[in-house]
């Protein structure tokens, strides 16, 4: 893999981390380069967050 430009990357997102204006009354962003999740951590996600949907549906259907 070559190394390119940050944007030129699939799968990399900018992330606005600061916004203030500057002296001048220009506004600023400053931005962060982040990489997104790979699909087994979508899935890991997914599941978990399934499993504990279920678990409060039975202690709903169980009075607590």
Do not use: S, W
């Amino acid at each position: 893999m070559t190394h390119g430009k940050a944007q030129d990357v699939k799968g990399n997102t900018l992330i606005p981390l600061r916004a203030y204006f500057n002296d001048r009354k220009l506004l600023k962003v400053e931005v962060g380069i982040c990489r997104g999740k790979a699909k087994v951590d979508k899935r890991d996600d997914k599941k978990n967050r399934d499993v504990g949907r279920d678990a409060k549906r039975e202690l709903k259907a169980a009075g607590y």
